[in-house]
């Protein structure tokens, strides 16, 4: 725990983060008491209607109730100024409650979110409570010489204060007592949101409804490297020289009266223009200078905005990664963002990155057909190849009918990161 030097304290005071942790502690406090109502609720009424074969129905409702809490917590995490984790739970393979069910029932993370609300029930929100409490009980006292002055002798929090000396006492212990609450808060949410971020949160290689893309085996760094080398030589080389020959181009018809020659060179002009965007079109997909020049979450967002659907993008990665983790993603993403444009005919597209424990995990899901087979010389068999070459794997999930989510894990451990 840091100082409680005044200083230190003034500071901290000052700061958002003991009264972001008071809201998170006081609805912490709302959540679980509501969740003891509704869980109690439906236990006694599935206890009393179990004779008639109808309780389960409470019943099973009281047992799936983490999945809502389990919701909410993820994104109470805001109020902290932390990102919300993402859903731990599998793409929906049918629709109908039966399908629902059957799927929630069996996965692990179900079973964490009924534990994590357990704990809740059985102790969390008392103490959210206590830290919610505590600061209000200590600002009362602190208005205790003010209310003295103005009505004389009184009770405050059970306490009499019959001098003004005796109001001056509380409101200097109740001072200490709001800078101890205000450490207490943070240290309160920092335990939470490590039990959060357990039981709640999906683990890094977790997507057990996934289908793992096989890779070939085949190594791609000096692949990879050799394509760096051609784009710098035809952007250095031979990108320099187009547009030298269509400057003197542009000189040479300027310079000419004939009219016939003129539209030649008029003509020659703009097909080397033409050509001069196709070789930029080319270098631009052999390695994009936006991705080396701007990092993984720009080169995401321009690649998405040259898509014919509308593509919704969070990529969140703190600073930049290793040259090879951003290129494998880059190529991931891009591959998968043309299978949708060509294949899923789908309405809607989205790509998310996230780091997860030393993981980029990359997912690009659509509400497309579904059906997807990886053939062995397909885009997808490609991308496991790549990903492969730096240990990382590809893992689908698209039942027929959609939605198709494509996941892929890539390490990238701290020491590959750089500011």
Request: with cysteine.
């Amino acid at each position: 725990m840091e100082s409680t030097h005044p200083r230190e304290a003034a500071r901290l005071l000052a700061s958002a983060a003991p009264w972001r942790a008071w809201a998170y502690a006081a609805t912490g406090a709302l959540l679980g008491g509501g969740t003891m109502a509704v869980v109690l609720t439906l236990v006694l009424v599935g206890a009393t209607l179990a004779p008639v074969l109808v309780g389960f129905v409470p019943l099973t409702a009281a047992g799936l109730a983490g999945i809502p809490v389990g919701a909410i917590e993820r994104r109470r995490l805001r109020l902290l100024g932390l990102p919300a984790h993402p859903s731990p739970h599998r793409t929906l393979r049918g629709a109908g409650t039966v399908a629902w069910l059957r799927t929630r029932l069996r996965e692990n993370a179900s079973w964490r979110e009924f534990a994590y609300t357990m704990a809740l029930i059985a102790g969390l929100w008392l103490l959210d409570y206590v830290v919610a409490a505590v600061p209000l009980a200590c600002l009362v006292c602190l208005a205790a010489p003010v209310v003295y002055l103005v009505s004389g002798p009184v009770d405050v929090l059970g306490i009499h204060l019959a001098t003004l000396g005796d109001s001056l006492l509380t409101a200097g212990f109740a001072g200490l007592g709001l800078v101890a609450a205000a450490y207490l808060a943070v240290a309160v949410a920092s335990v939470r949101v490590a039990v959060v971020r357990v039981l709640l949160a999906p683990p890094p290689s977790e997507a057990p409804d996934m289908e793992t893309v096989g890779s070939s085996g085949r190594l791609l760094d000096a692949f990879d490297a050799e394509r760096r080398r051609i784009e710098r030589d035809l952007h250095d080389g031979t990108q320099q020289r187009l547009v030298a020959l269509g400057v003197m181009l542009d000189m040479a018809r300027m310079g000419v009266e004939d009219p016939e020659l003129r539209g030649l060179l008029s003509r020659a002009h703009r097909e080397t223009l033409t050509t001069l965007d196709e070789l930029r079109d080319l270098v631009r997909g052999i390695h994009p200078r936006v991705l080396t020049e701007r990092g993984l979450p720009e080169a995401v967002a321009e690649l998405a905005r040259a898509h014919p659907l509308a593509i919704r993008v969070k990529v969140e990665v703190p600073g930049r990664l290793a040259p090879g983790v951003e290129s494998t993603a880059y190529f991931v993403v891009c591959e998968a963002l043309a299978n949708v444009a060509k294949h899923a005919q789908a309405g809607d597209c989205w790509v998310s990155g996230r780091i997860v424990r030393d993981v980029l995990i990359l997912e690009v899901g659509d509400s497309g057909r579904g059906g997807l087979a990886p053939r062995e010389d397909g885009g997808v068999r490609g991308m496991a190849d790549r990903v492969a070459a730096v240990g990382g794997r590809v893992k689908f999930d698209s039942p027929e009918g959609g939605p198709t989510v494509l996941r892929a894990e890539i390490p990238c451990l701290p020491q590959a990161m750089t500011a």
